[in-house]
């Protein structure tokens, strides 16, 4: 038996019951740490699950950042210095990268709080997570605010990959499952990937047969 659920329904639901339904509806989400710089060279990270593929040549990433209704510093930072840091969170980090997710000061450096290690290359200012597998350097490009609710949609171009040297197959395919990138689901829920098939570009008129 099913049920229907209107939007007048979600609407007249608890707030936490209603949260959790509507970040969770779309199913599972990528889950990466976002590192930046302050003003005062603070290293700057947060949890973020909204991260989709823009483009590919050139390479562009875009996220979604909630309302400037209080400080976002990963927001400023990026106005500020034009550079961010995409790391993707295995097990082994995992509590660090949750606890990335509260409410520190401007002047308190996550990386410091959760203890995950700030590392740096020559290609641009923002910070890495040492101990994350795979990372990507972005430069900010573009903006967009959403009229319907003031959140913004960031857009930043690939500038740096930094993975190990198994991580990628011979057709361009990330492994993630052997590298242990994880998902989720709201804002507290984590799952482990596990691939079940790959298939070829669909075509019309082409059979299916797994690769």
Same mark, same amino acid.
């Given at each position: ?14 707030? $936490? ?12 989400? %990528?889950?990466? $740490? ?18 989709? #593929?823009?483009?590919? %040549? !050139?390479?562009?990433? /875009? ?12 927001? #400023? ?5 034009? =550079?961010?840091?995409?790391? #993707?969170? #295995? ?20 990386? &410091?709080?959760?203890? $995950? ?9 923002? !910070? =890495? ?9 972005? &430069?900010?490009?573009e903006e967009h605010h959403m009229k319907? %609710? /003031? ?40 799952? &482990? ?5 790959? $298939?070829? =570009? ?10």
């Amino acid at each position: 038996m099913s049920k229907t659920i209107t939007t007048a329904d979600i609407l007249n639901m608890d707030r $936490l019951y209603r949260m959790h339904l509507i970040n969770t509806i779309a199913g599972y989400k %990528n889950l990466n $740490l976002v590192g930046t710089l302050g003003h005062r060279k603070t290293a700057n990270l947060g949890l973020f699950n909204s991260f989709v #593929h823009v483009g590919a %040549n !050139p390479p562009h990433l /875009g996220f979604m950042i909630r309302q400037l209704t209080v400080p976002r510093h990963t927001y #400023h930072n990026i106005k500020a210095t034009k =550079y961010f840091t995409v790391n #993707h969170v #295995h097990k082994e980090i995992l509590a660090q990268a949750h606890q990335a997710s509260a409410n520190y000061t401007e002047n308190q450096s996550e990386f &410091e709080a959760v203890g $995950l290690t700030p590392e740096y290359t020559d290609v641009h200012t923002a !910070p =890495y997570v040492k101990e994350s597998l795979i990372k990507i350097g972005c &430069e900010y490009a573009e903006e967009h605010h959403m009229k319907l %609710n /003031g959140m913004i949609f960031m857009v930043g171009k690939i500038v740096e990959i930094i993975l190990p040297e198994n991580a990628i197959d011979d057709t361009g395919h990330l492994k993630l499952p052997e590298m242990g990138t994880l998902a989720c689901t709201g804002l507290d829920t984590y799952f &482990e990937g596990t691939q079940i098939e790959r $298939l070829p =570009y669909a075509r019309v008129g082409k059979e299916q047969k797994i690769l």
